[in-house]
């Protein structure tokens, strides 16, 4: 199952995959032109791996999302929700940012829409 | 504060909007004629529900990174206008100030003076005691400046180097020479301390008044020349300009 990874563009975060770890990360800041052309091949990449893995870590460290990002932030969430109603291992690292004071209560909100694990982390500079 | 907690109040509870209000009362009374389709309609209302929530709280969200950015955006126009080393204005965010000042004065007739300051000897103070002797000295300068009794609407800012400015708006010379007299006796006196030894810096001073006419640039350079008049004449001085 190849992933292929992102590279960060100004307006688009870095996706990677690491199958040694089954760990997902999206890093960087979030305003694609159109954000559901951008996710798309992620989140079905996402439903299959979610078929075929065990479990499945999503690491991530976005400090800005425009709303379409958001919405598809939660189409993943979503996803990995319903996969974790199946057994799989579905997990969550939201990384937020240590100077920001809204950046804490934000992945909070995050963390209200899903029932698996979901653990809050400081960004590490 | 109060606008945060009224957003998180809105996301834990989302709005009862008429329709699914509707909705609800659908399920009621399909569950009481026993509707073969009230599973059907509760999955749908709690669906429903669930965007309804949902779409809430990506607005609520995108509030949040909106002020995020704004809070950025601030944050930014602070930098571009301050210098880093002292945290006063730049020269370019001076010049703005006093572009604006001059405006004024001249629409409503008003007298505004300036100032320009050199500190003496400053290259001095960096070869002997090194750069960070010199930033505190700066630095030390500028608080000096800033606890010599200016009014809310003076400014100041680093021109470059060590030469600094300040405007008086609505100050003639003659009160603008009193200020900066009062600065060049505070600075005299005012001990800088840096890795554990002390030592003193001085300031020659120039002051100009705005003259019907006059450019921004004519009345600095007219308080510059002022100034290396008081550099010429031994320094440590204040001369207001011919």
Redesign the interface.
């Known amino acids: 199952m190849e992933f292929i990874t992102l590279e960060p563009t100004s307006a688009t975060p870095s996706i990677s995959y690491n199958p040694a770890t089954q760990t997902l990360y999206i890093i960087g800041e979030s305003y694609p032109e159109n954000s559901f052309d951008f996710y798309a091949p992620v989140i079905s990449w996402l439903r299959t791996a979610l078929t075929e893995l065990p479990g499945l870590t999503l690491d991530i460290a976005v400090t800005y999302m425009n709303s379409s990002s958001t919405k598809c932030a939660f189409d993943i969430m979503d996803t990995m929700e319903e996969a974790y109603g199946r057994g799989v291992k579905s997990a969550i690292i939201w990384r937020y940012d240590r100077e920001n004071p809204r950046s804490y209560e934000m992945a909070e909100d995050f963390r209200e829409e899903v029932t698996f694990p979901f653990v809050i982390e400081a960004i590490e500079e | 504060m109060t606008e945060?907690l009224r957003h998180t109040e809105r996301?834990s509870e989302p709005r009862e909007d008429e329709e699914l209000k509707e909705m609800r009362d659908l399920v009621e009374r399909a569950a009481n004629t026993a509707n073969p389709l009230t599973p059907d309609i509760e999955r749908l209302v709690k669906n429903h529900t669930k965007l309804l929530r949902?779409f809430n709280?990506?607005?609520?969200?995108?509030d949040?990174?909106q002020?995020?950015?704004r809070?950025f955006n601030l944050r930014l126009e602070l930098m571009a206008h301050t210098d880093p080393l002292t945290g006063i204005n730049n020269r370019g965010y001076f010049m703005e100030l006093l572009g604006m000042e001059m405006e004024r004065a001249k629409r409503y007739g008003r007298p505004f003076s300036v100032l320009v300051l050199d500190l003496d000897h400053f290259k001095s103070v960096n070869d002997t005691r090194g750069h960070a002797a010199g930033d505190e000295a700066l630095r030390s300068l500028c608080q000096v400046i800033k606890g010599s009794g200016l009014r809310n609407s003076d400014f100041i800012g680093r021109l470059g180097g060590e030469e600094f400015a300040v405007a008086f708006p609505e100050t003639d010379c003659n009160g603008a020479m009193g200020a900066a007299e009062k600065v060049r006796m505070n600075l005299e006196k005012s001990e800088i301390l840096h890795n554990g030894s002390a030592f003193f810096i001085t300031a020659s001073i120039g002051v100009s008044e705005y003259r019907v006419g006059d450019t921004l640039e004519m009345v600095l350079n007219r308080a510059d020349q002022a100034m290396y008049q008081a550099k010429a004449s031994g320094r440590n001085r204040v001369c207001l300009s011919e």
């Open positions: 945060e996301i949902r709280k990506i607005v609520s969200l995108s949040s990174y002020s995020q950015l809070d």
